[in-house]
């Protein structure tokens, strides 16, 4: 996607962003492991939202290669907090691919991993991360927190009040926030707007609740959109109605 296939006015909404990506949007739908066409059309989009003069903070998953829970079973033989590490790592790999794939369209980034790897990528250091930020430069925010028991959602949640970000960007794929997964059911009800309390009420599965929390506590916005359609990372940086809107109930205006 050029710069000349979408239309934007202005400056965007948000000037500084946490885009959090799982790990399956690495790979074609009911695969595994990395496909490359994939994570170049994420690349294009996030330098398109980047040139567009918004501040751009990517905080991967790993559940393309590997996720922790898998090895929840008793006879597993490797402890949950081992399998939790081996999920972090596994951020670390789709952290190089995409660096790669946003490099190679001439995008300056940063690599930066909660758990210290000085081979492949600089510790995360907050103050660091906001120079690079100020700089002009894409950061990938890698490993999660850099402890066990705590998911990519909510290190999303914490690097966003962290950085001081305008808003977190939840890319998905599907539309937003439904009722059920609309994928499993066609009839699902799709919300345009919602409460944090919404959220926690219902039940809903856009984020884990620790997440969700956190966001809460500090107004901390939260859109849930389709990354998988051409220009809709450009479309939440500019504050265009696209998938849904989590906010507190002072903030969201009822039609």
């Given amino acids: ?13 948000f000037k500084r962003v946490i885009l959090k990506l799982s790990g399956e949007s690495f790979c074609r739908q009911g695969e595994r492991g990395i496909a490359m066409d994939e994570v170049v059309h994420i690349a294009e989009q996030v330098k398109q939202a980047h040139e567009d003069g918004c501040e751009v903070a990517v905080v ?10 898998q090895f929840k079973s008793a006879n597993a ?3 949950e907090a081992t399998a939790h590490y081996m999920g972090m ?4 790999i789709n952290g190089l691919a995409l660096q790669d794939a946003l490099e190679s369209i001439g995008c300056r980034t940063r690599l930066m991993s909660a758990i210290k790897m000085d081979g492949v990528c600089e510790p995360y250091i907050r103050r660091r991360a906001q120079r690079h930020l100020e700089k002009g430069r894409i950061i990938i925010l890698a490993a999660g927190t850099g ?18 970000a305008d808003a977190l960007l939840k890319a998905t794929r599907v539309d937003g926030v439904y009722s059920e997964d609309p994928e499993k059911n066609p009839h699902a009800i799709f919300y345009s707007e919602l409460t944090y309390n919404e959220v926690q009420d219902q039940k809903l599965r856009v984020m884990d609740s620790s997440a969700i929390a956190h966001c809460m506590e500090h107004a901390m916005p939260v859109i849930v959109f389709n990354f998988k359609k051409d220009g809709n990372i450009v479309k939440a940086i500019h504050g265009d109605k696209i998938g849904t809107r989590i906010e507190s109930e002072k903030t969201i205006a009822r039609a």
């Fill in 89 to 92: 790592l596994a951020t670390v």
């Fill in 60 to 69: 991967i998953g790993g559940g393309n290669i590997l996720r922790g829970g």
């Fill in 1 to 13: 996607m050029s710069s000349d296939d979408l239309e934007t006015d202005g400056q965007p909404c």
């Fill in 77 to 79: 033989g490797i402890h």
């Fill in 147 to 164: 402890g066990p028991f705590v998911t990519t959602d909510t290190a999303a949640a914490l690097r966003s009040l962290e950085l001081e």
